[in-house]
DNA sequence: CCGAATCCTAATCGATACTG
DNA sequence: CAGTATCGATTAGGATTCGG
């Protein structure tokens, strides 16, 4: 039971660990439907190699999905699948609570904290 | 606003990555209070020293609270603290998740899949 | 414009041995 | 019993270059 739990739980933060998984999600969630070139502008830190990677796995777990036009030059537009959207609370949780928890870090060690252990 | 959302979701994150942060706290979260041996032996794969230093990073997060017990031979216990009783929704938000998520992927890729991507 | 391929660094994880 | 220290293996992440 506890070991089940623990397998449903990895599962679930297979998809939303990864340095920009989360930032991916939050566009498209809030944009809706993006352009590979969209995601770009929007992410400036990230490269090419990382948006690529972290939207195929996205993909492959059916959260987001991929539509390829064929036309020259290509275009390639991003969207949470109908199942992706399925998540968004467990976003939401995860925003709240993540939100309560920096402030609640901030009164244990001060706002000075470098937010690292050591 | 999106860029807020998503601090917050990696303050969280933060706390449940690591290879054994969530069947560590679904150990606490069941059985309460436990020794550094009991959990050990809950967790036969994992070494002392991660062990040590995940329940380091849960205790600097104030979820997880060390008590040391000053005899020979040394004695230690750990427990979830109050403030990490709360996270207890965004745990359970995850697991529910992720246990639909399991059987969706079954009914996309098969029972015979090896759940590697490539 | 949207990637794939290559190479490299840094962080994470783990096996083993040692200590108060 | 409950750790620390050290070292090697593995993996995630990034810079750059090339191609359809």
Redesign the interface.
Same mark, same amino acid.
């Given at each position: 039971m506890?070991d $089940?739990?623990?397998?449903?739980?990895?599962?679930?933060?297979e998809?939303?660990?990864g340095k920009w998984k989360?930032?991916i999600l939050?566009?498209l969630f809030?944009n809706g439907t993006m352009r590979f070139s969209e995601l770009q502008r929007a992410m400036p830190q990230i490269t090419k190699k990382m948006l690529t990677a972290q939207l195929? $796995?996205l993909e492959?777990?059916?959260i987001v999905h991929r539509k390829i036009y064929m036309e020259v030059p290509p275009k390639v537009e991003y969207s949470i699948t109908e199942?992706g959207l399925?998540?968004a609370?467990?976003?939401m949780?995860?925003?709240?609570?993540?939100?309560?928890?920096?402030k609640?870090?901030d009164e244990?060690y001060g706002e000075e904290r470098t937010g690292k252990?050591n």
């Amino acid at each position: 039971m506890t070991d $089940e739990c623990n397998r449903s739980t990895e599962s679930a933060l297979e998809i939303l660990v990864g340095k920009w998984k989360p930032v991916i999600l939050f566009q498209l969630f809030n944009n809706g439907t993006m352009r590979f070139s969209e995601l770009q502008r929007a992410m400036p830190q990230i490269t090419k190699k990382m948006l690529t990677a972290q939207l195929r $796995e996205l993909e492959y777990h059916d959260i987001v999905h991929r539509k390829i036009y064929m036309e020259v030059p290509p275009k390639v537009e991003y969207s949470i699948t109908e199942y992706g959207l399925q998540m968004a609370p467990v976003m939401m949780a995860l925003a709240d609570w993540g939100d309560s928890h920096i402030k609640h870090l901030d009164e244990i060690y001060g706002e000075e904290r470098t937010g690292k252990l050591n």
